[in-house]
């Protein structure tokens, strides 16, 4: 509620700052809105999605996930023109730098609750609320976000194999889903300009997680149960405890690489008999073999983007480190779950 609250307030003041961002909507992302949130829901990701009209994208990378985007045509809203590099690239760095500042301004409006934003991070796309709630603190990740009507990159076109599992016509009806970029920096780019956006699958990805069944009656009011959900659950508190153990070791790592290990668990395991309710401990240990083995290769395929490997090779000390604890819960009973 008062996330809600303060969103709808900074959402409201957005749109009416800049006519370029009139249009924004709030989507919500993340696991608090998968519903596979562990501890207190004291983070929660929300995205800022601006519609765009034809877009040109072209590869930063050959990861096929970074891209510079180009209008094809002269955007009408000339308000427009401020966020374009001399080569007409559409600058996510300029983008974020305008709505900071806006969202620095109005959170001074809101009365009745404490809200600050938080020390920019490098590299992270998002602009961080710091939302008072005694005794506690909310964290809120705002994230940039265009979304335009047109097919994925070629670089997409062999992901997302979920035909055994979801079926053809469900791939199907999600590719024909908006493109999401989100504003993110890549690190590989050769002059660190900020210029550079990321294909993003969070909403493909909540809706998968949230229809998850074979059967398309799986985990309905009157249809089975399964344990899906309660794996992915587990996944994501046992990386989030080795985390605050290990900061430092772990730090490269995060919740995206456990679920992108969790969605290429559930190709492998496609039938919804798989993943009976009863056995969760079970399941759950067989995607965390899935997850190690990827570790000790330093290979874990993007879900979506076959050609970007999650895991780079330049870490594979770190990918040995991490793979040799979760083995060791593994042996041992999970202790970390009982500190």
């Not at 209008?71 to 300029?94: C, H, I, M, N, V």
């Not at 990386?239 to 900061?247: G, I, R, S, T, V």
């Not at 490997?309 to 060791?328: G, Q, T, V, W």
Request: charged fraction near 25%.
């Amino acid at each position: 509620t008062l996330v809600n609250r303060v969103v709808s307030h900074l959402v409201q003041a957005i749109r009416g700052k800049d006519s370029c961002f009139s249009s924004i909507e709030r989507q919500s992302a993340g696991s608090y809105y998968e519903r596979v949130k562990i501890s207190e829901p004291n983070e929660f990701d929300i995205m800022l999605v601006m519609p765009v009209a034809r877009i040109q994208l072209d590869e930063s990378d050959d990861t096929g996930a970074y891209y510079y985007v180009k209008f094809k045509r002269s955007p009408q809203e000339k308000a427009w023109l401020k966020f374009l590099e001399e080569d007409g690239t559409l600058s996510a760095f300029k983008m974020l730098k305008v709505l900071r500042e806006i969202i620095k301004q109005e959170v001074k409006n809101i009365k009745d609750v404490e809200v600050t934003v938080a020390r920019k991070k490098a590299g992270s796309p998002a602009i961080t609320l710091q939302i008072k709630n005694p005794p506690s603190e909310i964290s809120v990740d705002i994230i940039l976000t265009l979304e335009v009507q047109q097919s994925w990159p070629l670089s997409t076109q062999d992901g997302l194999r979920i035909e055994q599992w979801l079926g053809k016509k469900v791939r199907r009806d999600l590719r024909f889903r908006s493109l999401y970029l989100v504003a993110k920096q890549n690190k590989r780019e050769k002059v660190l300009r900020g210029n550079t956006w990321r294909i993003s699958f969070s909403h493909i990805e909540k809706h998968m997680i949230n229809n998850h069944g074979n059967s398309k009656t799986c985990c309905e009011s009157d249809g089975p149960k399964c344990c899906r959900k309660g794996c992915l659950k587990l996944l994501k508190y046992l990386l989030e405890q080795l985390k605050m153990k290990y900061p430092k070791e772990l730090e490269k790592f995060c919740s995206y690489h456990v679920k992108t290990a969790f969605l290429h668990s559930c190709v492998t395991w496609p039938s919804d008999s798989d993943w009976h309710l009863g056995d969760v401990d079970h399941c759950f240990q067989q995607c965390l073999r899935f997850f190690v083995d990827c570790l000790q290769k330093s290979q874990l395929t993007h879900f979506f983007i076959p050609q970007y490997n999650l895991l780079s090779p330049e870490d594979k000390a770190r990918h040995h480190f991490l793979s040799r604890k979760i083995s060791h819960e593994l042996n041992n009973g999970f202790p970390v779950f009982h500190e």
